[in-house]
C-alpha cells in the first residue's frame, strides 16, 4: 500500500453483500424456492457472487474491497481552535508527566523527601521514579549481588554507613564493593529490601 | 674577571615589560564592577534534584578583550555529569568504526593464477602429496582466512551510551574550563587574523569548535573560520563526542547551549524503547 493514499472498503461492495445475503434468506423462506425455477437460479447466482466477494486474497489491500478513496471526507483546516486540547489529550507524552503529590499512594509507592537533599549523599530517583536498588543474579541464580546504582556525594560515607547497617541488623560482616567512577554501589548477597528500606527511611 | 661579571649581569636583566600569562580562561579585569551582570535564572520542567546548577559565564565575540556579559545556568545532568572517560571512549570507536570500510585485500588459492595442476604424482616420489602450487603452503599461494575487501565495520552504539557519551564530554569540557558561551557569533571583521587574535588572546587553545543553534551562521564567522583550518562550526545536531574531543576548546552560542540542554533532558525523561531498538539499515 503507497504511502498517502487513503484506502477503505467501499460502501457499495458492502451493500451488495448485504442485499444479496437479505435476498438469499428471503429466497430460502419463502414460495418463491418451491414453486419458481427462477428463484433457485437466482440464488445460485447470488451465492456464486457472494463465493467470489468472499474468496481468500494475498492481503487485505489488493482485495477488491479497498477502492482508493481520493477524498473521503470534507473538512478545513483551523489552527489553534479551542478543540485542540482534546486532541493533545490523545497524544503519547513527550516526556515522562510529573508526580502528582497525593496524601497516599495505594500502589505502595513512596515518594522522596525533600529533607534528603541536605544530605552528604543521595540517591536520585530514575525517570520513572522508582530508586535505582536493583538484584543482580549471575551463575544460574548462585550469586546474588545487591547494586545501588546513581549515587552522588559522598559515596564512601554512603559505603560505610550500608557497611554498618547491615552488620548491626544480620550480625555478620557483608562485603562491599564501591565504584566510584561509575557511582555505585555493589554488596554481595541479597540485602535488596534492607537497602530499599533504609533509602526510604533516608527520603531518596 | 669583573667584566665577565658585568657582562652576566647584563643578561640577567630581564624585561619587566613581559607579561605574565596566566592560563585560566577568565580574565578577572573583563568581569564588569558595576552591578551590571545579567544572572539567567532557568526554570527547568526537571529541576536538579541534588546537584547545584553549573553557572557560566556569558562572554562576547565582537571585540578583541573579553567581556562578560552575564551569567548563565547550566543544568547539571547534562553538563555537570561524572566524567565517565569509558563511555566517551567507547563513543569514539565507535564513531572511527562506524564509518570504516577496510579495503585491504587478498587472493584466495582459487583467485591466484595458475595452480590447476597436480604438481608431482601422489605417490611413489618420496614427497608431501599437494593438488596445487597455489594452495596457502606453498610460496606464492594463496592467503587462507586472509582480509576480503570491502569490510565495514558499522555498528550501532546503544542509545543511552550515546547520550550518556555526550554528557560525559560536555561535563568534561565544562570541568576542564575548555567550554565557552557566548552570546552570538557576530564578529566585526572576516578576517581570519582577528579569529585567530582573539583566540590567542583569550587562551583558547589552538584548535576551536563552534557550535551554533541554526545551520547559517553569521557570514563574516564563517568566512573567517573557512579560512582557518583548525577552527570549524557546526550546528547543534552535529555535535558529537569525537568532534568535541579532537577541537581543543568548545564554544556554544546561548541558544546551542540551551537546545542542547533541552533535546538531552527530554531524552533522559522519556520513554526511550523506540530508540532502543536495534538499528534497521532502512530506518534512515
Redesign the interface.
Known amino acids: 500500500m503507497s504511502a498517502g493514499v487513503r484506502h477503505n472498503v467501499s460502501f457499495e461492495t458492502n451493500n451488495i453483500v448485504l442485499i444479496a445475503l437479505v435476498a438469499i434468506r428471503s429466497i430460502r423462506y419463502s414460495k418463491w424456492r418451491r414453486c419458481c425455477v427462477h428463484g433457485a437460479r437466482l440464488r445460485g447466482f447470488l451465492l456464486e457472487k457472494i463465493n467470489f466477494l468472499t474468496s481468500q486474497y494475498s492481503s487485505f489491500a489488493k482485495s477488491p474491497f479497498v477502492d482508493k478513496i481520493t477524498e473521503q471526507y470534507n473538512y478545513e483546516i483551523t489552527k489553534n481552535p479551542t478543540e485542540w486540547k482534546f486532541v493533545e489529550r490523545l497524544m503519547p507524552f513527550k516526556t515522562i508527566p510529573q508526580v502528582v503529590p497525593k496524601e497516599s499512594y495505594p500502589s505502595g509507592w513512596i515518594p522522596p523527601k525533600e529533607e534528603a537533599r541536605k544530605l552528604p549523599y543521595f540517591i536520585p530517583r530514575t525517570k520513572n521514579y522508582a530508586i535505582p536498588i536493583y538484584l543482580q543474579l549471575s551463575f544460574k541464580g548462585n550469586r546474588k549481588i545487591t547494586q545501588l546504582k546513581k549515587i552522588e556525594g559522598d559515596i564512601w560515607l554512603m559505603n560505610d554507613d550500608i557497611k554498618h547497617l547491615l552488620k548491626t541488623k544480620h550480625k555478620r560482616y557483608v562485603e562491599t564493593r564501591v565504584h566510584e567512577v561509575a557511582r555505585f554501589i555493589e554488596i554481595k548477597g541479597d540485602y535488596v529490601n534492607d537497602m530499599k528500606e533504609w533509602a526510604f527511611s533516608k527520603g531518596f | 674577571m669583573v667584566t665577565l661579571l658585568i657582562n652576566a649581569i647584563k643578561r640577567l636583566q630581564v624585561s619587566t615589560l613581559l607579561p605574565i600569562r596566566t592560563y585560566v580562561s577568565v580574565n578577572p579585569q573583563s568581569i564588569p564592577l558595576d552591578n551590571s551582570l545579567v544572572v539567567t535564572k532557568k526554570e527547568w520542567?526537571?529541576p536538579p534534584?541534588?546537584?547545584k546548577p553549573r553557572e557560566v559565564w556569558i562572554e562576547n565575540l565582537d571585540t578583541l578583550e573579553e567581556k562578560k556579559l552575564g551569567l548563565f545556568e547550566l543544568h547539571p545532568s547534562v553538563y555537570a555529569t561524572?566524567p565517565?572517560?569509558?563511555i566517551i571512549h567507547r563513543n569514539v570507536v565507535w564513531q572511527r568504526k562506524y564509518r570504516w570500510v577496510s579495503w585491504a585485500h587478498t587472493k584466495t588459492r582459487a583467485e591466484v593464477r595458475g595452480g590447476g595442476k597436480k604438481p608431482w604424482p601422489q605417490k611413489g616420489l618420496g614427497r608431501a602429496r599437494h593438488g596445487s602450487i597455489r594452495s596457502p603452503l606453498f610460496r606464492g599461494g594463496g592467503v587462507a582466512h586472509g582480509p576480503r575487501s570491502g569490510k565495514t565495520h558499522f555498528f550501532m552504539l546503544p542509545f543511552h551510551l550515546r547520550i550518556q557519551g555526550l554528557t560525559s564530554t560536555l561535563s568534561t569540557k565544562l570541568a576542564q574550563d575548555d567550554l565557552h558561551i557566548v552570546k552570538d557569533l557576530e564578529l566585526p571583521s572576516d578576517e581570519p587574523d582577528f579569529l585567530l587574535d582573539l583566540i590567542e588572546s583569550r587562551n583558547w587553545g589552538p584548535s576551536v569548535l563552534i557550535v551554533d543553534d541554526s545551520d547559517l551562521a553569521p557570514r563574516n564567522i564563517t568566512a573567517a573560520a573557512d579560512a582557518i583550518a583548525h577552527v570549524n562550526i557546526m550546528p547543534v545536531y552535529g555535535l558529537n563526542v569525537y568532534s568535541m574531543l579532537k577541537h581543543d576548546t568548545l564554544i556554544l552560542t546561548l541558544s546551542a547551549a540551551a537546545k542542547i540542554e533541552e533535546r538531552i533532558l527530554?531524552h533522559?525523561?522519556?520513554?526511550t524503547t523506540d530508540k532502543e531498538a536495534s538499528f534497521k539499515l532502512n530506518q534512515v
Open positions: 520542567k526537571f534534584a541534588y546537584t561524572t565517565r572517560i569509558d527530554q533522559l525523561h522519556s520513554i
